[in-house]
């Protein structure tokens, strides 16, 4: 078997061997000490690391993971009378290619939650994943590293259902995070009677913002603004699922105007602060998107936008699945006007993850989460915490999902 271990045990270890002693690791209870303390130390590396400005998404991963964050985390999971709470058993992870810390966010609350893991990560490796595991290793080298050292393999290697296979046949979780056609690939592969399934596949995310609320804002306001807006939509080159791809502008049609090219000047001002990249693969690919766009009806350029970055899109029929679709990321950016936040309502579906919000009122946003679909819209953030992370993600209380609860007799 074509198969790499990268991390929690040697090269050359029986396949069968190491599946059968993953599965046999006893479940702990959630936020047990010896997960706990290991996830902080681990953190701890990651923040203190002479390489940790080289890689802000790590750096974010070490800060969301750090002790205080984790004590305050398990304060919210409170014992529940007449129950036993513990880890499912072993999960299995099945990484993306296009975020590299999202595995670390799935895999670290599963070891809270309790459970023995697996994690598949991509073939491509990065720099970031050869970070993060460096530190991990280092970590697992310590004292604190001696207890969780046998509940976790870390590994890769080609698609391959035999492999896939019998690892989901040891699993009592399987989380797949990727595209559609992953998770229809992988759902295909049994898993035990008994086990559970998360899947987070492909998503849309979108933006929107008051066009009253830009023009109020002095100079600072508008800059903070435009930092936030590229800390959700540059990082990743929009490949992440909470990353917007499309803005809808809330007002009158003069605001609008007014509004939008003062806040695309600014985050023109802090692309350039950023020596944002823009490599010649990403303008290709967002120029072949607005071909596409235009010979289909569904979007067209503004007025000198060929070529520029970002690029930006005029939708001539709203959010419609055909849009999705041809969406690449990589700096391009639909936009549309409507007079109320909760007109945009009816062109969301089960595609859109999150919408990032800037000038709305509680009312305005209750009113739009009251009239989408069913299933549409998971996240409402403030336009700028779009990548942050939650416990609760797509919808599901991962800690909650990661685990299970087991009856008790109440004396």
């Excluded at 509940?151 to 290697?157: G, K, N, P």
């Excluded at 939509?233 to 003069?254: D, H, K, T």
């Excluded at 849009?323 to 945009?344: I, M, P, W, Y």
Aim: net charge negative; charged share 20%.
């Amino acid at each position: 078997m074509s198969i790499r271990y990268l991390l929690g045990t040697d090269d050359g270890t029986p396949f069968e061997g190491l599946l059968d002693r993953c599965a046999a690791a006893p479940a702990w209870a959630p936020f047990d000490a010896r997960a706990t303390a290991f996830v902080a130390r681990f953190s701890q590396r990651l923040l203190t690391h002479p390489q940790a400005r080289q890689f802000p998404e790590m750096a974010a991963l070490g800060h969301w993971f750090r002790g205080a964050s984790l004590r305050d985390l398990a304060a919210q999971y409170p014992a529940r009378a007449g129950f036993l709470r513990l880890g499912r058993g072993l999960a299995f992870h099945v990484a993306p290619a296009n975020v590299d810390s999202v595995f670390m966010y799935s895999w670290l609350l599963s070891l809270l939650a309790g459970n023995a893991n697996l994690v598949r990560v991509s073939q491509k490796g990065s720099p970031q994943q050869d970070f993060v595991i460096e530190a991990l290793r280092a970590t697992l080298a310590e004292p604190v590293g001696e207890p969780v050292a046998g509940r976790f393999v870390l590994l890769t290697y080609p698609h391959d259902d035999a492999i896939t296979g019998a690892i989901s046949a040891r699993s009592q979780l399987r989380v797949v995070w990727g595209g559609d056609a992953t998770v229809a690939t992988l759902r295909a592969i049994p898993l035990r009677p008994t086990a559970t399934e998360l899947c987070f596949p492909d998503r849309f995310s979108a933006a929107a913002l008051s066009a009253a609320a830009v023009l109020a804002l002095d100079d600072a306001g508008l800059a903070r603004l435009a930092q936030g807006f590229y800390n959700d939509a540059f990082w990743f080159a929009q490949q992440a699922c909470s990353s917007p791809r499309m803005l809808a502008w809330v007002g009158g049609g003069a605001d609008v105007d007014a509004a939008a090219l003062r806040f695309w000047a600014a985050v023109a001002a802090e692309l350039t602060r950023r020596d944002a990249d823009n490599s010649g693969a990403m303008t290709m690919a967002r120029v072949a998107a607005s071909f596409e766009y235009a010979a289909a009806g569904l979007a067209h350029l503004g007025p000198n936008m060929l070529g520029s970055y970002p690029l930006r899109l005029v939708l001539d029929h709203g959010l419609t699945a055909a849009v999705k679709e041809v969406h690449c990321g990589n700096g391009l950016f639909l936009e549309q006007r409507t007079d109320s936040l909760a007109a945009l309502a009816e062109q969301f579906s089960d595609r859109e993850q999150t919408l990032s919000v800037f000038g709305f009122g509680e009312d305005e946003l209750m009113a739009l989460m009251q009239a989408v679909p069913a299933r549409a819209i998971d996240r409402l953030v403030p336009i700028g915490r779009a990548l942050d992370f939650s416990p609760v993600w797509d919808g599901q209380d991962l800690i909650l999902s990661f685990s299970r609860l087991i009856a008790l007799p109440i004396s």
